[in-house]
């Protein structure tokens, strides 16, 4: 299943000197009470970076009642001095309608205003609108056009789908060749949905020389990594005596 990828994490690229540092260094320890003090002092002071932390902090419920009304609130401070992560965070709100009414309009104009700026994620949920169709016309080769802004800069995600979009021939000639180059990438990142991808075409030859054992590996891997299908399909391959 496609998800929307949203910032989980908190920053790790610091550059606002050691007050920031410390609230990053203190949320990643989990002390989330001291993370919320440094990083509201901060916001107080218009900064964009800490503004979005709290978005962050407040959305996911980090050491605090979770409240998307908050997080709002702190996303857009951020997002109106054109802080892209805080735009795209936002688009991913109004994707899920966590605080708001869902509206993939307007998860768009955001997701827009922070690819315009580089933004990785925001590219690859942009890609997720166009592909699904959300509230826009679908458009399978806008969709690779983001897809692979983002799986260029490597990320694991974009590059899956767009082994997708090569298999299946969305948008582009149908390749097998490209769509395994693509969830290669993934894989190596240990996106155990890639892996599962790969163990079908080693198995039933898509685009490479059918190798059971291969295929055998590539489903242990993603066994691993939480894919069900992965567990069944090397079961399968075991009892066969692969």
Known sequence: MKKLI?????????????????????????DYKTALIIFEDLASKNDAEAQNELGLIYENGYGVKQDYLKAKEWYEKAASQDYAP????????????????????????WFEKAVSKGNTIAEYNLGLIYDNGYDVKQNYKKAIQFFEKAATKGMAEAQYNLGNMYVNGYGVKQDYKKAKE?????????????????????????????????????????CDGGEQMGCDNYKKLNQQGY
């Open 6 to 30: 949203v910032s989980l994490g908190l920053a790790l690229t610091l550059s606002f000197g050691t007050t920031y540092n410390e609230g990053v260094e203190a949320a990643n320890k989990g």
């Open 86 to 109: 805080a735009q795209s965070n936002l688009g991913v709100m109004y994707y899920y309608g966590e605080g708001v009414k869902q509206d993939y309009l307007q998860a768009k104009e």
């Open 182 to 222: 693509w969830w290669m990438k993934a894989a190596k990142q240990d996106l155990a949905a890639a892996k599962l991808n790969l163990g079908v075409m080693y198995s039933n030859g898509y685009g490479v020389k059918q190798d059971k054992k291969v295929a055998k590996r590539w489903y242990g891997e993603a």
